[in-house]
């Protein structure tokens, strides 16, 4: 299995920055795109952010130009740099993952991988 944890997340002013990390373990042979999704109370879980592993880059349209979204492929590791924060940001925050596998027999699999998500906490 392929499994993901988030770390970073807190509590932060208006106008203020984080970074999480999402760290990715398993026999992972490929994470061709990894995101981070949000959630707020009473909301859907939505995109945030997307990677390729080619380094391409989507973000919601609420985010552009504030959040940076990158990945360490040596460390399998995602980031989320968020800068001027505002309370509308507030939420829940997942990683995602979605590439190939290796199995216990060695056989190759696809897999979606999501972490249990951190908190973030932005006060206005």
């Known amino acids: 299995q392929v499994q993901l944890v988030e770390s970073g997340g807190g509590l932060a002013q208006a106008g203020g920055s984080l970074r999480l990390s999402c760290a990715a373990s398993g026999s992972i042979l490929s994470m061709h795109v990894m995101g981070w999704y949000r959630q707020a109370p009473g909301k859907q879980r939505d995109l945030v952010a997307h990677?390729?592993?080619?380094?391409?880059?989507n973000y919601a349209d609420s985010v552009k130009g504030r959040f940076t979204i990158s990945r360490d492929n040596a460390k399998n590791t995602l980031y989320l740099q968020m800068n001027s924060l505002k309370h509308e940001d507030t939420a829940v925050y997942f990683c995602?993952?979605?590439?190939?596998?290796?199995?216990?027999?060695?056989?190759?699999?696809?897999?979606?991988?999501w972490g249990q998500g951190t908190q973030v906490t932005v006060s206005s």
């Open positions: 995602n993952a979605v590439g190939q596998m290796r199995t216990r027999l060695g056989w190759t699999k696809d897999y979606t991988a």
């Open positions: 990677i390729t592993s080619g380094g391409s880059t």
